[in-house]
């Protein structure tokens, strides 16, 4: 599949698909997958389910209706495996980030984990979210990751979501009961009639299986996610998405979204200022897509602040090359231009944590 940057959202059957907790089953060649990925330059997120069946033969229960309780207390410990089960698959260094849905309906704390997963994400680490069951209200419950990982996806500015799980996709019948059952590949518009087809009502309350990977899907494309559901047990699923070949259902972002982004940072924000790049800078930000370090600059002009908008111009040709968010004032920059990112605090100040003045996400190229 064509994406830079993806959220890959796995599901408990992958993760600990037995009694006996995780298991490199399925988990092994999803982290071949999420390996060759990287190793094209692709970043990824995992949200990972699991903690509950993990941790589910560590806490005792006598009856199968476990009570909440019982299930934030499997998670917690069931959480210790899971990470150690992913660790395991990976030469490059995991991180564990718990969240609930609430810490990312608040504005600062959206902030501070998206700030979070940008950093480690520069420094070649693999972010791993699940759910804080613990401190998750009983409202929310345990067991909706995907939803989750539709919010992670825009905290992080993914143009991809993956949902593996132990089902092919979206099938115009229930697959388990028609054999006349046919996989959807594409699906351009979320209706009542395919929540209809995945036999879920939109409007009933149960969660879990296909209605929370549709909702899902329905809050990504809303942002300019592409989403697909594909079955992660099948091995040659990941051979086929490494070959841009859909294996699933592929939900299609809304393209209005994008544009609207690009829009407003080209023509709604004035630039308060310029930042004047070299040869090295304009290479990288054009050819590799990437962020504007202090490194690369050569002049700044006019009085501007942290967050206000500059345009970025080629110190050859002179050109506006293109236009983002500076995360530092006009003033500091003068200070840092020229130098390596790390000197960044010794010039600055401890305050000052950011090694990126113009971020690619926040940046359009023209
Ligand atoms: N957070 C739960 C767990 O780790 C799972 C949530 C879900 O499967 O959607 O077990």
Redesign the pocket.
Known sequence: MDFNRAVIKV??ALVAPTENGCSGKYTLAISQFITKCQQQGKEIILVS?????AGRSLIQHGSPNLSLATKKAM?SV??MQMMANWQRFFDIPCSQILITQEDLADRRRFISIKHTIRIQLDNGVLPIV??N?TVASASSS?????NLAALVAQVCEADSLFILSDIDGVFTKDPNINDDAVLIPEIEEITDEIYDMAGVSRNHLAT?GMKTKIQAAEKAVEHGINTYIVNGTRSEVFASLLQEINPGTRFAADKNIITAKKHWLKHTLKSQGSITIDNGAVKALVNKGASLLPAGIKSVKNRFKAGDSVDLIDHQSKKVIAKGISLFSHNDLKRIMGKHSDEITNVLGEHHQSSVVVHRDDMVLF
Do not use: C, T, Y
């Open positions: 599901g408990s389910s699991g903690g509950v069946a998670s069931g959480q699940n759910e069951d345990v067991g909706d990751n995907d879990g």
